[in-house]
C-alpha cells in the first residue's frame, strides 16, 4: 500500500473535485511503484481507511483508474490492479512507434524557437540526474518532465496527444518503474533524444520521425531480450526506464 501520509477532509477542506483528484494521483502512484501490486484486489474499506476519506471520492478515484487502464473491475469481484504481459508491453511499444514517430514529424513542423529551447534545457537537467545517479538509471517524471509528452504535446494534435497520455504511458511507466531490466542504455537514451531534438531544431521533419521510430525500436528490443531472460519467471521490481 502507499506510505503516503492519508488524505483527510477535515485537514483542508477540499474544493468540489480536488480530493479525488489527489487520491487518484496517490493510487496512480502508488500502481506505477508497484506499492498496489498487479494483479492485486482493491479493498474499498481498506482504502478508505488507509487515506482518511470516505468511500465516494475513492470510487470516483477507481473508475477514473479503471479509464486510464490501470484498474480493471472483475464482475462479482470487483476492483483489481491490472496485470500487465509481457506481450502487452511488447505492443506497447510497435503503437508507440508509429504514432511518436509521427509525433516527431508534427513536432519538427511546428516547435518554436523558445519550445525547443527549453525542451535542450530539459534535456540538460535530464544528463545532470542520469550524472548524479551514477548512470544507471533514466526515469522520467510524468508530465512536463518528460521527452516523449513534450514532444506528444509538440504534435499539435490533440487526438494524438490522447492516445499517448491514455493507457499507453500509465502502463508503459508502471512496467518500466517495476520492471527487472538492467541494460544500460541511460546515456545512449539521451544521446537518442538529443538527436531527435536536432533534427527538430533543423526542421527535418522525415529525419526526426526516423530518429523517433529507431530510438523506440532500440528500447523495445531491449526489453525484448530482457522479456527472454525472463522467461517464465516473475518479475521482481526495481525503478529503472530506459525510454
Do not use: W
Not at 69 to 77: D, K, N, R
Amino acid at each position: 500500500m502507499s506510505t503516503i501520509r492519508p488524505l483527510s477532509q477535515a485537514d483542508h477542506p477540499p474544493e468540489p473535485g480536488t480530493l479525488t483528484d489527489r487520491i487518484c494521483e496517490q493510487l496512480k502512484t502508488a500502481i506505477v511503484r508497484g506499492e498496489l501490486a498487479q494483479g492485486c484486489k482493491l479493498n474499498e474499506p481498506a482504502l478508505a481507511a488507509r487515506y482518511g476519506i470516505s468511500r465516494g471520492p475513492l470510487r470516483e478515484a477507481l473508475r477514473r483508474l479503471e479509464g486510464l487502464g490501470l484498474v480493471v473491475h472483475v464482475p462479482h469481484a470487483g476492483a483489481r490492479v491490472i496485470t500487465l504481459s509481457r506481450t502487452e508491453v511488447l505492443q506497447i511499444y510497435h503503437v508507440r512507434e508509429a504514432l511518436e514517430g509521427m509525433a516527431a514529424r508534427l513536432a519538427a513542423e511546428l516547435m518554436t524557437p523558445a519550445e525547443i529551447v527549453e525542451l535542450r534545457s530539459l534535456l540538460a537537467r535530464h544528463a545532470h540526474r542520469i550524472a548524479a545517479d551514477g548512470g544507471r538509471a533514466y526515469f522520467q517524471q510524468e508530465g512536463d518532465t518528460d521527452f516523449h509528452d513534450r514532444i506528444a504535446c509538440a504534435s499539435g494534435n490533440p487526438g494524438l496527444v490522447q492516445m499517448l497520455r491514455g493507457e499507453l504511458y500509465h502502463r508503459l511507466r508502471m512496467y518500466r518503474y517495476q520492471s527487472s531490466q538492467q541494460a544500460a542504455r541511460p546515456a545512449k537514451a539521451l544521446q537518442e533524444h538529443e538527436q531527435i531534438v536536432d533534427a527538430i531544431a533543423e526542421r527535418d521533419g522525415e529525419l526526426a520521425e526516423t530518429l523517433m521510430r529507431r530510438h523506440i525500436r532500440r528500447a523495445r528490443r531491449a526489453v525484448a531480450e530482457q522479456i527472454r531472460s525472463e522467461f517464465e519467471q516473475p518479475i521482481h521490481f526495481v525503478a529503472e526506464e530506459n525510454r
